[in-house]
């Protein structure tokens, strides 16, 4: 199985963020990016973390690390422990 590259991972990722991963690796500034996908500067910050964070978890192997059976249940559910069902 071959290693994805960094484009075809950018590629995966929802447009608006790799373009903003593309022009902020290309060396523009933030007013740049902000004004490329018409957001305020104070917020390129916030979406560049979330696109890097998104493509390191694209990075991981499909199979990825062993970390116990499946719960079936949406692990990123922010009521997890109110209604017990974590959806």
């Given amino acids: ?3 994805r590259t960094w484009r075809q991972q950018l590629d995966e990722l929802p447009p608006t963020l ?3 991963l593309r022009l902020h690796d290309a060396g523009h500034p933030d007013t740049v990016v902000a ?3 018409d957001v305020p500067v104070e917020g390129v ?3 560049l973390q979330v696109a890097q964070a998104k493509l390191a978890h694209l990075a991981v192997p499909a199979s990825g690390p062993a970390t116990g059976p499946a719960t079936g ?3 990123w559910s922010t009521t997890e422990g ?3 069902t974590g959806t």
Avoid: F, I, K, P
């Fill in 1 to 3: 199985m071959s290693v």
């Fill in 18 to 20: 790799a373009v903003a």
């Fill in 35 to 37: 004004t490329a996908l």
């Fill in 45 to 47: 910050a916030a979406l």
């Fill in 73 to 75: 249940h949406n692990q």
């Fill in 82 to 84: 109110q209604d017990g």
